[in-house]
């Protein structure tokens, strides 16, 4: 059975670092991409940081200069160094897995979330 198993969400002042991983077992196909969106209470899921290819990096607008993602490909992890953490930035995180199947089709994993909570 695939699993995301995520790690390291918590409460942080504004100001403060956390740092979010997630390990991926078991995924089908070949992983194309590994992300972590987030969902704030009354707002849509939205993407936070992406690494493709391992290397190829893409983030939200809100979080550039302060979020860094990485990934090991040999251990299928991916983290998330989160800096100056602000309030806005609370929300349930989530680690998303893309992986490319024998048949050309392309699956979403989900984990299934972290709690950030950052306080003023």
């Known amino acids: 059975q695939v699993q995301l198993v995520e790690s390291g969400g918590g409460l942080v002042q504004a100001g403060g670092s956390l740092r979010l991983s997630c390990a991926a077992t078991?995924?089908?196909?070949?992983?194309?991409?590994m992300a972590w969106y987030r969902q704030a209470p009354g707002k849509q899921r939205e993407l936070v940081a992406a690494?493709?290819?391992?290397?190829?990096?893409n983030y939200a607008d809100s979080v550039k200069g302060r979020f860094a993602i990485s990934r090991d490909g040999a251990k299928n992890t991916v983290s998330l160094q989160m800096n100056s953490l602000k309030p806005e930035d609370t929300a349930v995180y989530y680690c998303?897995?893309?992986?490319?199947?024998?048949?050309?089709?392309?699956?979403?994993?989900w984990g299934q979330g972290t709690q950030v909570s950052v306080s003023a």
């Open positions: 998303t897995v893309k992986a490319r199947r024998s048949d050309a089709t392309v699956y979403t994993y």
């Open positions: 078991r995924i089908i196909g070949i992983i194309n991409e």
């Open positions: 690494i493709t290819g391992g290397t190829s990096t």
